[in-house]
């Protein structure tokens, strides 16, 4: 015998839309208003102030019969800007010239003969190469350590490996890596240190989106978050040997009545 379905109720089409206060809809709209606002303006406000910075730093050093707003009667925002841009540009054009980089040279021996000076560029520049050089390291790997007890993890960033004579102080012959732990919300501040590569969960997530995850304090998760999770557990469980959990499947049988 076939089922009975019991019947279906009708909709109540009288309380299908509660009524909203018109103080409710003006603080959704409010709120709205400001989601939409809010970036754009902390975006414009962002640029006009890197502009107006530039401007500030480069047009002093212009001379005056050189620039525009002599013969204009108002100022001309970025034009600054565009003059450092070409400029830094031209500076390197020249230096990959054989001239240009004797006169780099020149200038790195007189900075390394600068008692204090020396340090502070040769750190800088070291800092510079990594991060701007095309064949750079930067932070490429996002990793997952027990910090700060075993059983809580972190979201790390990894660095280069560690140089032949700190792998030497720590454990000859091992691999060890450099790993930046960030803060939030402000991921700029964080602890470095290094851990062997064992101890460190890879996870497939970009370093854009892990930075996000930090600044938010998990609020703003990455793209598709349930795989991105599923992942994370997925490399959790294979650092401690443990197997996956096997889905077991719901079937529904009809029942005769």
Partial sequence: MAPTLPPSPEPDLAGARPRVSARGRLRTYF???????????????????????????????????????????????????????????????????????????????????????????????????????????????????????????????????????VQNALAPGGDHVGVFLPCAPNPTTGFFFYLPRADIVEVAMSVDDAAKLVMSAGVIQPDDPQAKLQAMAASVRTAHGEAAPVAAKAIATPVDA
């Fill in 31 to 165: 709120l709205t208003g400001i989601i939409v606002s809010g970036p754009l303006a902390i975006t414009i406000y962002i640029t006009w102030w890197f502009i107006s910075l530039i401007d500030g730093w480069v047009k002093p050093l212009v001379p005056a019969s050189y620039l525009p707003d002599h013969y204009l009667p108002f100022s001309i925002p970025g034009l600054g800007l565009v003059i450092a841009f070409v400029a830094v540009t031209l500076l390197g054009f020249l230096t990959a010239n054989l001239v240009g980089r004797s006169v780099v040279e020149f200038g790195e021996v007189l900075l390394a003969r600068t008692p204090v000076i020396s340090g502070l560029y040769k750190g800088l520049r070291q800092i510079f190469e990594t991060l701007f050089s095309a064949n750079g390291t930067s932070f490429r790997t996002v990793g997952l350590v027990e910090f700060p007890v075993k059983g809580t993890w972190s979201v790390v960033f990894l660095s280069a490996p560690a140089a032949p004579d």
